[in-house]
C-alpha cells in the first residue's frame, strides 16, 4: 500500500514547528524554521512550502505521499474559507492563508486556531487519551484553550469559542488584560500572570525567598514561585493557593457547562506538574457538581512542543478520511 503522510504545522510569532506525521499520529520527521514577520509575513508561506519540499527531498519521499496540511495559526480565523482576519504578530490583515499555500505547494490545507489544534493533538495522541469530550488549558505567557464536544472542536458563532483566559475571575480591581478587559483569568493564572502577582507582593514580604531571588538580580518567573513554595516559602504557598483557586474554579464552571471526561493542562506552567495538579482538583472538586467531577480527570499534557502538529496532522485525518 502506498505511503500516506500527513502533514502537522505549528506557526508561531518566532518560528515555525513542522513535522511529516504517519497516518497512525506517530512523527516520520520534525523541524523547524524561523517565522519571517517582514513586510507583513508576505513570505511566510513561500517559505513554509519551500522548508516542506526540501525536507522531503532530504528525506526521500515524493511529494504525492502527502495527502494535506493541517496549521494551526494565531489569529482571528475564517475556518471555511481559511482567511485570517487579523493576526498582529505575523502583520497579516484579511490574509487568505489557505488559499495561498495551496497555491505554493498543491496540497489540500485546513486551518484552525492555534490552541484549538493542541487540544485536538492531545486528544489523538495526548493526555487526552482518545476523549470525545475534553477541555484543554494551556497556562504558557496568556492562556489558551480549545474546547472538543463530541469529538470535534466547539468554535462558537464567530470562532470566539474556548476562549477561556480570557474568563473574569476577579469582576472588579482586576488587573488589566491585553484583551482590554480587566481581571481576566489569564492576568492571573498565566506565568505572566503569577510572575506579576509575586512582584508586586515582594514589599510586603521582605523575608520571602522570592524577595531574595529578586534582590539577587533575578527576574522572577513562574517557575521560581513553584520552587519556592516547594521549599516552604510563605509567600510563594500564597500565589500558588490564590492561583489554583482562581483557576480551578473557572475549569470547574466550564466543566458543569460542558461536562468533559478530560480536562489537560498544558503550557509552561504545567511543568510544575503535582505541585500545581494536587492544589487544583481540591479547587475543582469543591466547585464542580458531583456528577460532574466523578465523571472527570484532570491531567498534566504530555505532547509538549508536539501538540501542535499532531494536533495539525488530525485536522487533515479527520477532514479527509
Not at 517559505?47 to 526540501?54: F, M, V
Amino acid at each position: 500500500m502506498k505511503r500516506q503522510l500527513l502533514i502537522g504545522i505549528d506557526l508561531g510569532g518566532t518560528t515555525i514547528k513542522m513535522a511529516f506525521v504517519e497516518s497512525d499520529g506517530d512523527i516520520a520527521e520534525k523541524w523547524e524554521i524561523p517565522t519571517d514577520t517582514s513586510e507583513k509575513g508576505k513570505n511566510i508561506s513561500n517559505d513554509i512550502a519551500t522548508s516542506i519540499r526540501k525536507k522531503a527531498n532530504e528525506s526521500n519521499i515524493p511529494i504525492e505521499s502527502f495527502i494535506g496540511i493541517g496549521m494551526g495559526a494565531p489569529g482571528f480565523i475564517d475556518l471555511d474559507e481559511g482567511y485570517i482576519y487579523n493576526a498582529v504578530n505575523l502583520g497579516w490583515e484579511n490574509y487568505p492563508l489557505k488559499e495561498d499555500l495551496e497555491n505554493q505547494i498543491g496540497l489540500p490545507v485546513f486551518i484552525e486556531n492555534d490552541a484549538n489544534i493542541a487540544a485536538l493533538g492531545e486528544m489523538w495522541k495526548g493526555a487526552g487519551n482518545h476523549s470525545d469530550d475534553l477541555i484543554c488549558v494551556t497556562l504558557g505567557t496568556g492562556i489558551g484553550g480549545g474546547i472538543i464536544s463530541n469529538g470535534s472542536i466547539l468554535h462558537g458563532t464567530n470562532g470566539m469559542a474556548g476562549e477561556i483566559g480570557h474568563i473574569t475571575a476577579i469582576h472588579e480591581g482586576g488587573a488589566p488584560c491585553n484583551c482590554g478587559k480587566t481581571g481576566c483569568i489569564e492576568t492571573i493564572a498565566s506565568a505572566t500572570g503569577i510572575a506579576r502577582i509575586a512582584m508586586e507582593g515582594l514589599e510586603n514580604h521582605p523575608n520571602s525567598k522570592l524577595k531574595k531571588r529578586f534582590d539577587a538580580g533575578n527576574s522572577l518567573t513562574a517557575k521560581d514561585v513553584f520552587e519556592c513554595a516547594a521549599d516552604n516559602d510563605s509567600w510563594a504557598i500564597d500565589i500558588v493557593k490564590s492561583v489554583t483557586h482562581h483557576l480551578g474554579l473557572t475549569i470547574a464552571n466550564l466543566a458543569n457547562a460542558l461536562n468533559p471526561s478530560k480536562i489537560v493542562i498544558g503550557g509552561g506552567v504545567s511543568r510544575a506538574g503535582d505541585q500545581l495538579l494536587d492544589p487544583l482538583n481540591v479547587v475543582f472538586n469543591q466547585y464542580a457538581l458531583p456528577r460532574v467531577s466523578d465523571g472527570a480527570e484532570l491531567v498534566i499534557a504530555s505532547l509538549g512542543n508536539d501538540a501542535g502538529v499532531i494536533g495539525g496532522a488530525w485536522l487533515v485525518k479527520s477532514n479527509l478520511s
